[in-house]
T-cell receptor, first 117, second 108 residues
Framework: QVHLVQSGPEVKTPGDSVKISCKASGFIYSTTGITWVRQAPGQGLEWVAWISNYGGATKYAQKFRDRVAVTTDGFTNTAYLELRSLRSDDTATYFC??????????WGQGTVITVSS | SYVLTQPPSVSVAPGQTATLTCGGN??????VHWSQQRPGQAPVLVVYDDSERPSEIPDRFSASNSGDTAALTITGAEAGDEADYYC???????????FGGGTRLTVL
């Protein structure tokens, strides 16, 4: 079955960068895109970024466009999200999800990123 | 940018029907997807492309989309349906995915 397993929690200082991962299994990785969604404590879901199969195309939410990068490694079936110049309001749980079309059908367990001085 | 509006909370008695709405300008022209998020868990897709259900989702979950309102209907509500429900669309004008603010369903 489809599994998306994300890397562990991160604690960062404002201004730092962080790179988290999402390892996929149970499906042909090259056939779908991967998206990233975040959720601040007690808040709703917020779309962050998307990368196509093979990594040929990316989309970024406007508010993150100058600080975020998504990449993918087809050899290890792993997607990555890098967020730079971290701020305290970047503290959130970051989810990856499979995006076979314009919906997200399987989600990772989430990675908690805490930004605090 | 495109905005999706959901009521913050809906309550339903066990066994009754809950209808959760998602408002957006001409949302009927877009494909709407719904996810369920139980406390402390990752979201789960319950409806995609307006009214399609993943195979593991019971047929108590149904949805519609027309005009300026999409709706998710849960018939025979159960305690296990208590969760936050999010509607979502892709907005081609901004090339962004958009989530509604979410509705907390309480079964009491």
């Amino acid at each position: 079955q489809v599994h998306l397993v994300q890397s562990g929690p991160e604690v960062k200082t404002p201004g730092d960068s962080v790179k988290i991962s999402c390892k996929a299994s149970g499906f042909i990785y090259s056939t779908t895109g991967i998206t990233w969604v975040r959720q601040a404590p007690g808040q709703g879901l917020e779309w962050v970024a998307w990368i196509s199969n093979y990594g040929g195309a990316t989309k970024y939410a406007q508010k993150f466009r100058d600080r975020v990068a998504v990449t993918t490694d087809g050899f290890t079936n792993t997607a990555y999200l890098e967020l730079r110049s971290l701020r305290s309001d970047d503290t959130a749980t970051y989810f990856c999800a499979r995006a076979p079309h314009y919906y997200f059908d399987f989600w990772g367990q989430g990675t908690v990123i805490t930004v605090s001085s | 940018s495109y905005v999706l509006t959901q009521p913050p909370s809906v309550s339903v008695a066990p066994g009754q029907t809950a209808t959760l709405t998602c408002g957006g300008n001409s949302i009927g022209t877009k494909a709407v997807h719904w996810s369920q998020q139980r406390p402390g868990q990752a979201p789960v897709l319950v409806v995609y492309d307006d009214s399609e259900r993943p195979s593991e989702i019971p047929d108590r979950f149904s949805a519609s989309n027309s005009g300026d309102t999409a709706a998710l209907t849960i018939t025979g509500a159960e305690a296990g349906d208590e969760a936050d429900y999010y509607c979502q669309v892709f907005d081609p004008d901004s090339d962004h995915w958009v989530f509604g603010g979410g509705t907390r369903l309480t079964v009491l």
